[in-house]
């Protein structure tokens, strides 16, 4: 883990258009539930996002496989 790969709630909802604020803490509340706690760093009473780790949990929630040749039209 990198410390400038920390953000906290409102620094990763403002640079990001996916995500609000009320989201993201929505998603922290559920953190054991969805195995999001990996990516939270607790710091005293702040908790941080480590961003790298944020982004492998979203992708091991991705619904399907992406395609490694480009999109063809049948036909």
Same mark, same amino acid.
């Given at each position: 883990?990198? =410390?400038?790969?920390?953000?906290?709630?409102? #620094?990763?909802? /403002?640079?990001?258009?996916?995500?609000? /604020?009320?989201?993201?803490?929505? &998603? &922290?509340?559920?953190?054991?539930?969805?195995?999001?706690?990996?990516?939270?760093?607790?710091?005293?009473? %702040?908790? &941080? =996002?480590?961003?790298? #780790?944020? /982004? %492998?949990?979203?992708?091991?929630?991705?619904?399907? /496989? &992406?395609?490694?040749?480009?999109? %063809?039209?049948?036909?």
């Amino acid at each position: 883990m990198r =410390i400038q790969d920390l953000m906290s709630v409102k #620094e990763l909802a /403002e640079s990001s258009s996916a995500f609000s /604020e009320s989201s993201l803490r929505w &998603l &922290l509340f559920n953190a054991d539930k969805s195995g999001l706690d990996r990516a939270l760093v607790k710091v005293g009473r %702040r908790v &941080l =996002i480590d961003v790298p #780790e944020f /982004e %492998r949990w979203l992708e091991a929630g991705r619904v399907a /496989e &992406l395609e490694t040749a480009p999109f %063809r039209e049948a036909g």
